[in-house]
């Protein structure tokens, strides 16, 4: 059931103090569908005690996995040997794009798998033709019908597979598909996100012989078997990289920890070139700002780009900065929704296709909005800690699928917001 909660969120004085990151959603996500791969039991460490983890553990339950999310040590201990091949109900598959995730895995245990086509969301179509291209590639025959995709195959056989696009969930998927699969793979124009890297650590920890992680060419030789093990999984660089862009927006000063600067890199470079000030300290990275701020033009694009995952964010900084700016969404084709709910709060961005023209105004003035995704919830509130007054966002059940406890951590540095039901 979905919680229809509400943040009040009142124009708030700098943030100051420190913001502790959580484990990367989108490294949790394709990790725990990785458990499918084994019967043996796994240990996923720094895992976020989100919805969208929730809704995954309970797919892999209903699968048959036995796992148990030990919150407060943010464990997941996870045992997929009793899975069976079961079709899992619309109603929770729908719920979490990521769910398709459990097909590559599914299809390299069992050599079937009938899962139903994730729908599109907010932010755009959501194809998943790059997926089902990887697994035909190695060998599975494809069926779609009536909402449902049904992929068979005998046995897999390592194949070169090159993706139009390096889609993370393509690539995270195929990998999957390939690491028990006879042969070589070689995936090329993947997908380098840090989140690919983290799967691809995870996997060879099992056993599974896999190159080039991180590059846009991976190759990999199948094996016959992988292993349990424990894995600890990365700091989340979108969580991370939010809490930078609120230090700027309120002119206070962050210090966040449990970081991996070279993840956030882009983001530190566009938040200087706004002459915000970023020092990076090892596993923490101060952001701080008192003069006037700069407007600066952002592009997105697949990593090390700057990511559309900070898009909304970032819109929302350069919407009470001096100067005008443009944004280029180049990833998804509808990602302009928090546009709408900016302009009711003051701001002046123009929508042009895939670009957003964001002229700074003065100041924001508080009112009620809604989220619309988790990126464009996460905005409303960075520019409701900035608008004068008070803002109420609506359907904040979008923001907490990801990022844990976000009104406890920005309460401990001073924001005034409080979750009504
Ligand atoms: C992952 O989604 C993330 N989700 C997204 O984060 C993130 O925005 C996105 O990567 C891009 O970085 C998870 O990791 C769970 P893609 P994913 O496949 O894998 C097109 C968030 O806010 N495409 O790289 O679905 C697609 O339409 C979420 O945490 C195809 O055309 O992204 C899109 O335009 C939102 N065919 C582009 O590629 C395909 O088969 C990028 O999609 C697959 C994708």
């Known amino acids: 059931m979905i919680v229809m909660g509400k943040f009040v969120v009142e124009k708030s004085g700098p943030l100051k103090g420190e913001v502790v990151v959580d484990g990367a959603k989108n490294s949790a996500l394709p990790v725990l569908a990785a458990t499918i791969l084994t019967g043996e039991e796994c240990v996923i460490e720094n895992v976020p005690f989100l919805k969208d983890v929730e809704i995954m553990l309970k797919l892999l339950d209903l699968l048959g996995a036995e796992s148990e999310f030990i919150a407060d040590e943010k464990k997941v201990i996870i045992n997929c040997g009793k899975i069976e091949n079961i079709s899992l109900p619309y109603e929770l598959v729908k719920k979490i794009r990521a769910s398709f995730l459990i097909a590559g895995p599914l299809l390299s245990r069992f050599g079937c798998v009938k899962i139903q086509m994730p729908g599109g969301c907010q932010i755009g179509v959501r194809p998943v033709d790059l997926h089902l291209k990887g697994f035909s590639l190695l060998g599975a025959d494809i069926k779609q019908e009536h909402g449902s995709i049904e992929i068979n195959s005998n046995v897999l056989k390592g194949d070169n597979i090159y993706l139009d696009f390096p889609s993370v969930g393509a690539t995270e998927n195929i990998i999957m598909a390939a690491v028990l699969a006879k042969g070589e793979t070689n995936i090329s124009n993947c997908s380098v996100e840090p989140e690919i890297v983290d799967l691809v650590n995870f996997l060879s920890k099992m056993g599974a012989k896999i190159e080039g992680a991180g590059t846009d060419t991976i190759k990999i030789i199948g094996v016959s078997k992988l292993s349990g093990v424990k894995h600890k999984i990365i700091s989340d660089r979108i969580e991370a990289g939010t809490y930078m862009?609120?230090?700027?927006?309120?002119?206070?000063?962050?210090?966040?920890?449990?970081?991996?600067?070279?993840?956030?890199?882009?983001?530190?470079?566009?938040?200087?070139?706004?002459?915000?000030?970023?020092?990076?300290?090892?596993?923490?990275?101060?952001?701080?700002?008192?003069?006037?701020l700069i407007n600066t033009d952002i592009k997105t694009l697949p990593f090390p780009g700057f990511p559309t995952d900070m898009q909304a964010p970032f819109m929302s900084l350069m919407a009470i900065t001096k100067g005008t700016a443009i944004i280029n969404e180049t990833i998804f084709e509808n990602r302009f929704m928090h546009v709408g709910e900016l302009n009711r709060m003051g701001a002046d961005i123009k929508v042009e296709s895939k670009s957003a023209i964001v002229k700074g105004v003065d100041k924001l003035t508080g009112t009620q909005v809604k989220a619309t995704d988790l990126r464009a919830g996460a905005a409303l509130i960075i520019s409701a800690l900035a608008a004068e007054g008070e803002t109420e966002i609506s359907d904040i059940y979008h923001i907490e699928r990801?990022?844990?406890?976000?009104?406890?951590?920005?309460r401990k540095v001073g924001a005034k917001i409080r979750k009504i039901e």
């Open 245 to 292: 862009i609120g230090a700027a927006a309120t002119k206070g000063d962050l210090l966040i920890k449990n970081v991996v600067c070279e993840h956030l890199r882009p983001v530190t470079a566009k938040l200087k070139d706004m002459n915000v000030n970023v020092e990076e300290r090892g596993s923490e990275i101060r952001v701080y700002s008192f003069g006037d």
């Open 402 to 410: 990801g990022y844990c406890n976000i009104e406890d951590k920005l």
